[in-house]
């Protein structure tokens, strides 16, 4: 009996210790968060459609970059529902400042949805609008400041079959993006569209890091050879015109995150 005793205890006691190790560090929420709704990649993958995706990261900024907003998402109907419950602060510490993180891809078909997020007695709600073209969202809570904001309330998803046209050049080669653009006209039969100059884009509004970040432009083409034909444009232009001067670069990037760069066509064959 004793014998039993003592083992149920030791028992109990390992049970204790095993829980106690695999409890999170986790600490409560500081400050706000900012949310979005968008279209991106899973794990950056080339040649998928894009998916829709929810993330969050805190307004706080810690001294670990790879904090992470422990969160419980779950989706009732027309209802999604993202319940915080803090920070994880993992074991190992990446040493670079950074937000707190939290993401997840959604399954949504086109129309409305209430998006709550809820910490503790607080709750913001938001009115998710999914159409074919945008992602809206909309505050219904009357929470106006509260603990959730977006990031930005309309986001313009990648209309299908479409790509952009990113040039970033020289004072001195500024020509090229016309001259360029001309020539990738001329040889593909392309519908160029716009997007309106709020919200927010998957694709870049201009590049980043040259003299002159020409405006991007957006077409739209009919089949998945007319994307490969405005690459092969590409890699004429860069043999023929372009070459690789410093602080030039062409960039053709598709619905698909597929894309066509200037600098990684020296020297390639037609």
Same mark, same amino acid.
């Given at each position: 009996? /004793?014998? =039993?005793?003592?083992?149920?205890?030791?028992?109990?006691?390992?049970?204790?210790?095993?829980? @106690?190790?695999?409890?999170?560090?986790?600490?409560?929420?500081?400050?706000?968060?900012?949310?979005?709704?968008? &279209?991106?990649?899973?794990?950056?993958?080339?040649?998928?459609?894009?998916?829709?995706?929810?993330?969050?990261? $805190?307004?706080?900024?810690?001294?670990?970059?790879?904090?992470?907003? &422990?969160?419980?998402?779950?989706?009732?109907?027309?209802?999604?529902?993202?319940?915080?419950?803090?920070?994880?602060?993992?074991?190992?510490?990446?040493?670079?400042?950074? !937000?707190?993180?939290?993401?997840?891809?959604? &399954?949504?078909?086109?129309?409305?949805? =209430?998006?709550?997020?809820?910490?503790?007695?607080? /709750?913001?709600?938001?009115?998710?609008?999914?159409?074919?073209?945008?992602? $809206?969202? @909309?505050?219904?809570?009357? @929470?106006?400041?509260?603990? @959730?904001?977006? /990031?930005?309330?309309?986001?313009?998803?990648?209309?299908?079959?479409?790509?952009?046209?990113?040039?970033?050049?020289?004072?001195? $080669?500024?020509?090229?993006?016309?001259?360029?653009?001309?020539?990738?006209?001329?040889?593909?039969?392309?519908?160029?569209?716009?997007? !309106?100059?709020?919200?927010?884009?998957?694709?870049?509004?201009?590049?980043?890091?040259?003299?002159?970040?020409?405006?991007? /432009?957006?077409?739209?083409?009919?089949?998945?050879?007319?994307?490969?034909?405005?690459?092969?444009?590409?890699?004429?232009?860069?043999?023929?015109?372009?070459?690789? !001067?410093?602080?030039? =670069?062409?960039?053709?990037?598709?619905?698909?995150?597929?894309?066509?760069?200037?600098?990684?066509?020296?020297? $390639?064959?037609?």
């Amino acid at each position: 009996m /004793k014998a =039993s005793k003592a083992c149920c205890l030791f028992l109990s006691a390992a049970f204790i210790l095993l829980a @106690a190790c695999a409890q999170k560090n986790v600490s409560a929420r500081e400050g706000r968060f900012f949310f979005a709704v968008s &279209e991106a990649y899973p794990g950056g993958k080339e040649g998928i459609e894009p998916s829709l995706f929810l993330s969050m990261e $805190t307004e706080k900024i810690y001294p670990c970059c790879n904090y992470s907003i &422990e969160t419980f998402f779950q989706r009732l109907g027309s209802l999604l529902s993202v319940d915080i419950q803090g920070i994880y602060q993992p074991d190992i510490c990446l040493t670079a400042l950074g !937000p707190a993180f939290w993401g997840d891809c959604l &399954e949504l078909e086109k129309g409305v949805y =209430s998006l709550e997020f809820l910490d503790g007695f607080h /709750k913001n709600v938001f009115e998710l609008m999914v159409a074919q073209d945008s992602l $809206t969202v @909309a505050d219904v809570s009357g @929470a106006g400041g509260g603990f @959730a904001l977006p /990031k930005y309330t309309v986001f313009w998803r990648y209309p299908r079959n479409s790509f952009a046209v990113l040039c970033g050049t020289t004072d001195e $080669t500024a020509w090229i993006y016309e001259d360029f653009l001309s020539k990738l006209r001329a040889a593909v039969e392309l519908q160029e569209i716009e997007f !309106p100059a709020y919200g927010e884009l998957g694709y870049p509004r201009a590049p980043d890091g040259h003299h002159v970040n020409h405006p991007a /432009k957006y077409f739209i083409y009919r089949n998945e050879s007319d994307f490969q034909a405005a690459g092969d444009v590409l890699r004429a232009y860069v043999r023929d015109v372009m070459g690789q !001067p410093m602080g030039v =670069s062409i960039w053709l990037r598709n619905w698909k995150n597929e894309s066509f760069r200037s600098w990684q066509m020296a020297g $390639t064959p037609d």
